[in-house]
């Protein structure tokens, strides 16, 4: 069965305090993982997609990396409005269904 | 170009009452799937259908729960006799090509949020 962890579950960040969020994965024949944000009473917003290890995706102050075992988003110099709940996702195997992980609500405070 | 959307946004609905989830996927999109967040939960896949078909409902709950994906006209996630239990945030989603290299990402909808009472 597909598993994703994402850790840490919630993140406090100051305004300008780069991090990063991980998102680990054990799953058969990885196709895709990709990587959403989600604001309050909202629907997933689609951010990037990785299909290679060493691959990496680029966005504003956001940038997505993928090994074979896990991935993380990088957020640098964040702001306020970045404030929201970062989901992961993975595409494996013969199913084309998303198998997500519990997400990592972030918090960065002005 | 107008996403996915979903209707309504928000459904009240009575123990033992039916309760119907629309969702029109983006144009040109032919795949559509159903998803589930329960409170304090994680999104769950529930469905993935395409027109006419369903190919895969295996997150699906085996009663009381059904959908659709007609020729002409929105998907329909279809819930019968609802319990409490079933309050949650229901997701539509849909992508181009999810078999293929490229372009196969899923753009989700603003979602329904049910409340059973």
């Known amino acids: 069965e597909d598993q994703v962890t994402q850790s840490p579950e919630a993140l406090r960040l100051q305004e300008g305090e780069s991090s990063s969020l991980n998102c680990s994965y054990t799953v058969s024949g990885l196709r895709g993982l990709f990587w959403y944000r989600q604001d309050p009473g909202k629907g997933p917003e689609f951010l990037f997609t990785l299909y290679s290890a060493g691959e990496e995706k680029e966005k504003e102050r956001l940038k997505a990396t993928l090994t074979k075992k896990e991935s993380f988003l990088h957020i640098t110099a964040p702001k306020p409005e970045d404030s929201a709940t970062y989901l992961c996702?993975?595409?494996?195997?013969?199913?084309?269904?998303?198998?997500f992980g519990g997400g990592t609500r972030l918090m960065v405070k002005p | 170009n107008a996403g996915v959307m979903q209707n309504p946004r928000h459904l009240v609905r009575r123990r033992g009452q039916e309760a119907r989830l629309r969702c029109s996927p983006m144009?040109?999109?032919?795949?559509v799937y159903w998803y589930r967040q329960l409170p304090e939960e994680g999104l769950k896949f529930m469905v993935y259908l395409q027109k006419e078909n369903i190919i895969d409902e295996s997150g699906m709950p085996k009663e009381r729960f059904s959908a659709e994906f007609p020729k002409e006209g929105p998907s329909i996630l279809r819930i019968q006799q609802v319990v409490r239990g079933d309050s949650a945030a229901y997701f539509c989603?849909?992508?181009?090509?999810?078999?293929?290299?490229?372009?196969?990402?899923?753009?989700f909808g603003q979602g329904t949020r049910l409340t059973v009472v």
């Open positions: 989603a849909s992508s181009l090509y999810p078999g293929q290299r490229r372009n196969t990402e899923a753009f």
């Open positions: 996702a993975v595409q494996a195997g013969a199913g084309n269904m998303l198998t």
């Open positions: 144009k040109g999109h032919s795949h």
